[in-house]
């Protein structure tokens, strides 16, 4: 039997690191005060589609109930999150999640994350939180090599204002400026008759870097308020990041939102080995526009299969095998009980190929069973 493309099987490692990365999530995030929150995999596709959450139902698992609406797989723990919380008292702040996510945009149609929203609180709080999170949870994973890079929707907003461009033309820029596709980004804006755009648009591609970026980019942008104001925040969340120990930030002034419901600072975190994604997030107040709440919120998301493979395998314990038959089956049940620390398998004969630290067998002597070694 085969698989859908985007589907695939896990053993052993994979799932052992996997299941260790969520516990020590729970962990992290229950130690600094974040209340968990479940929503349920199926949901109406518009807690996602709609006008402020933005996201594309293509790339959806999708079905019609029987009243004709559509139902989706969870695409994105940040919106039904936002819809679930919506209600509450805004005391409540810290909330952390962990599930799958299914979409079709993605080289796996399932991936699960570990993710963390901060809602009605202060706006540097909760971007500082949330990195904070990120930093803490990694150290608890043992995993030390990675970058974390920040971003804000602002500068590209700021840039283009003032142009008329359709959204086809919108979609298109922000996908080549994702890209970081210089020549299709000058034909887009010179088709829409805007080439004194052109330079600003191209030199921010190339805007990325260490702190220096922001030095540089000061001073070309002096005089222009807002986007200076961008640049003082990214570099209080650096600074505050280097007083936390994290040697690499990095910033991507050219960045744009990867999800469209992004508006305000966009943080990632790259595994320095391999370069994969092991974090994203950002913030979205305007998600919350749908509840008729004007609030901050912001968060992120681990990606915890990325994490899993990169995690160091956990020490093998002793592995112990009890040989055994029908009749004293139970008799190894009871020594096996008697060993906490190791891994005891308990068969009737040995098979080849396996192996054990150490073999047991029951034995019968005056009448009287024992388990004795081999
Ligand atoms: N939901 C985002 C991550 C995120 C959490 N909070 C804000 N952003 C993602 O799937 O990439």
Redo the contacts with the bound molecule.
């Keep these: 039997m085969f698989l859908p493309a985007g589907s695939q099987d896990e053993t052993g490692n994979q799932i052992s690191n996997r299941l260790r990365a969520s516990e020590i999530f729970r962990l992290v995030t229950k130690k600094r005060n974040f209340k968990s929150i479940s929503t349920p995999v199926v949901e109406y596709a518009d807690t996602f589609t709609n006008e402020v959450a933005g996201m594309d139902l293509h790339s959806m698992l999708k079905w019609f109930n029987g009243e004709g609406e559509i139902e989706v797989l969870r695409p994105?723990?940040?919106?039904a999150?936002a819809r679930a919380i919506a209600g509450q008292h805004p005391s409540e702040q810290k909330w952390s999640y962990q599930g799958s996510?299914f979409r079709f945009d993605t080289e796996e149609t399932e991936s699960r994350?570990a993710?963390?929203?901060i809602v009605h609180a202060d706006r540097f709080f909760g971007e500082a939180e949330?990195l904070l999170t990120a930093v803490a949870y990694l150290k608890n994973l043992a995993i030390d090599s990675y970058v974390i890079e920040l971003g804000h929707t602002g500068i590209f907003e700021t840039l283009i204002a003032g142009y008329s461009f359709s959204d086809k033309e919108i979609e298109k820029l922000l996908q080549a400026m994702h890209d970081k596709r210089a020549d299709v980004v000058e034909e887009i804006v010179t088709q829409a008759g805007h080439q004194q755009l052109a330079d600003a648009l191209l030199a921010l591609i190339d805007a990325y870097g260490s702190k220096e970026v922001i030095n540089d980019y000061r001073k070309r942008w002096a005089g222009h308020d807002e986007l200076t104001a961008i640049l003082a925040h990214i570099e209080r969340l650096i600074d505050l990041l280097e007083a936390s120990g994290v040697t690499e930030v990095i910033v991507d002034l050219g960045r744009v939102k990867?999800?469209p419901?992004?508006d305000g600072i966009m943080f990632r975190g790259f595994l320095t080995n391999d370069g994969s994604t092991c974090?994203?997030?950002?913030?979205?107040d305007r998600l919350y526009e749908q509840f008729e709440q004007k609030t901050s919120?912001?968060?992120?998301?681990f990606y915890v299969d990325v994490l899993a493979k990169h995690m160091k395998a956990e020490a093998e314990p002793e592995k112990i095998c009890i040989l055994a038959s029908p009749k004293t089956h139970a008799i190894a049940e009871q020594f096996r009980m008697e060993l906490d620390e190791q891994v005891v398998d308990i068969q009737y004969e040995l098979k080849e190929g396996i192996r054990y630290h150490r073999t047991y067998q029951v034995v019968e002597e005056d009448n009287e069973y024992k388990v004795v070694e081999r």
């Design positions: 994105d723990w940040t919106a999150v996510v994350q993710g963390i929203e949330s990867n999800l419901y992004y974090f994203s997030g950002g913030r979205y919120a912001v968060g992120l998301a």
